[in-house]
């Protein structure tokens, strides 16, 4: 024990024969701060004055209220009070009671031995300090977990970067119960002209009257935290500011201000603010990050809508009118923009020229190829005299194939010739789907596919392939379709009969494929609508897989 009073412990001794009681208080008034009493009722008012004792010594019998009584008063006021209890020899229903009620550390029996009282005193100091060591260490725990909690409950609050910063400010600010509390944003080791802050609403005065600008610098330049001490009106005034890093990268600067506080900051309460700017940190970086890959979605979701404005352009909006017969198209891409394609051009000549393809893949790449296979393509059929439709696939595979190689890309594509004068059709295929040919007067039963194909454009450095030549007659139908018509999932009914609740094959869903285009073809009423007829293909169907174009080309 050290000599001055302000490190000794409080050891408080209660007797109600006087030669005890100064016994007891030169035999420990060295060692300890001694407070004496010489009965139960004035040992509560030393308690109610004085506040918690490390130790109490306590004799049992005394007039009104005995040492057990006396003692278990004092257990929900000071549980960390230690306790010891002076008896005699037959006293052992009280010490049995003393144990259970009054939470006795050691009890004595008298007369006792100096040496063994002063042992037993000095092991419950040791054990006072160490209980008072433990409380205080899980206070500072549980504390820290409030705090973290509360900081982190905010964080999740937030809907966005900005109201973050401002929930981590209130939140400290209550928190520390500071008079201003305030959050300065870093970018690139330099304050942003934001701010963040919170003022005690108990405080009368503005924002201007705290200034911690000069602390905020030495953050800056050193990125450790700096206190502070001034006196302000004889008002001492406090202040601290504390860097929020992660991974070295400065992100802001968390400035605290106190007006009146008693003493200055204190190590576990930095510590306990410096480890909360550790979490806040973490969270506003992610924060920061989810905040620039949403400015960066925008962006390129502004992009791709522009980007879709250019493919519908490419894609004619209006379609020719030609005599004898009726083009519809229609081309819906997965995403924003797609790989699919149609062409309906119209000759100088008089000839009709319809195509349709597909880009492998989705997305930016599948469409910035399409839109090159667009190009050649129109300016292969704006020649004078343009080639056979086999001859204008190859030239196409020429212009575009060492790109379509390089980056493991192919096209698909059918292109055909139609002369209205004389209904011929001339008609190539780059491993397209077949077209599907309806003759409504010939073969209402069968569906008669296209089948002269070769490979996709892209596969082999020189495309060659031979055409296709028929006639059209009144009431024929022609489709063209991409993959993402007759790969679309439809509802079918059965009605063969299975062992299930009405004796029927309940519904079930499944690819349509050509077949099952031909089933919906013949149910469609004249002339054709192909608005109708993709209406009854997309029904049921909430997320759209693949990109889907269409074209028909009906003869009267």
Known sequence: MTETDVEKLKLMVVDDEPDNLELLYRTFRRDFQVYKANHAMKALEILDKEGEMAVIISDQRMPEMNGTEFLSLTVE???????????????????????????????????????????????????????????????????????????????????????????????????FKTSYCLLRPVEGNCLTADEFSYLDPKIPCSYEYFDASFLIKQVLDTQHYQHSLYNNNDNLCYQLAVPLIYQQHLLAVLALHQTGRDQPWQDEDIQLITGVAEQAALALSQAKLYQRLQEKQQQIRAELEIARQIQNNLLRQSLPD??????????????????????????????????????????????????????????????????????VIQNLNKALGDDLISSNCFITLILARYTPSTRELVYA????????????????????????????????????????????????????????????????????????????????????????????????????????????????????????????????
Request: glycine residues 6%; aromatic residues 8%.
């Open 429 to 556: 295929n780059a491993g397209h789907i077949y077209p599907l040919l309806w003759s409504r007067e010939t073969d209402i039963d069968n569906p008669q596919y296209l089948k002269i194909r070769s490979i996709p454009l892209g596969i082999l450095p020189k495309w060659q392939a031979d055409f296709g030549q028929l006639f059209l007659a009144p009431k024929d139908i022609l489709l063209f379709t991409s993959d993402g018509i007759t790969e679309a999932m439809v509802t079918k009914k059965s009605y063969a009969v299975q062992n299930s609740v009405n004796g029927f094959k309940p519904n079930h869903r499944s690819m349509l494929h050509l077949d099952g285009l031909w089933q919906l073809l013949q149910q469609e009423t004249q002339p054709l609508s192909l608005n109708h007829l993709l209406a009854r293909i997309q029904a049921g169907n909430n997320i759209q897989e693949d990109d889907q174009t269409i074209l028909s080309l009906e003869v009267f």
């Open 77 to 175: 006021r000071f549980p960390d009070t230690i306790r010891i209890l002076l008896t005699g020899f037959t006293d052992v229903e009280d010490l049995v009671d003393a144990i259970n009620s009054g939470q006795v550390f050691k009890y004595i029996t008298k007369p006792w031995k100096p040496d063994r009282l002063k042992e037993i005193v000095e092991q419950a100091a040791d054990t006072y300090q160490l209980v008072k060591k433990r409380t205080q260490e899980l206070r500072r725990a549980l504390r820290r977990e409030s705090l973290f909690n509360a900081v982190t409950t905010a964080i999740r609050e937030s809907l966005d970067y900005s109201s973050m910063l401002e929930k981590i400010v209130a939140t400290i600010g209550q928190s």
């Open 322 to 391: 030609i005599k004898g017969a009726k083009v519809q198209a229609r081309c819906y891409p997965a995403r924003e923009v797609g790989g699919d394609f149609f062409e309906v051009f119209v000759h100088p000549k008089g000839d009709l020229w319809l195509a349709v393809g597909d880009v492998s893949g989705k997305g930016v790449p599948a469409a910035l190829f399409m839109a090159s296979a667009i190009s050649v393509l129109r300016r292969e059929l704006s020649q004078e005299t343009p080639a056979m439709p086999n001859m």
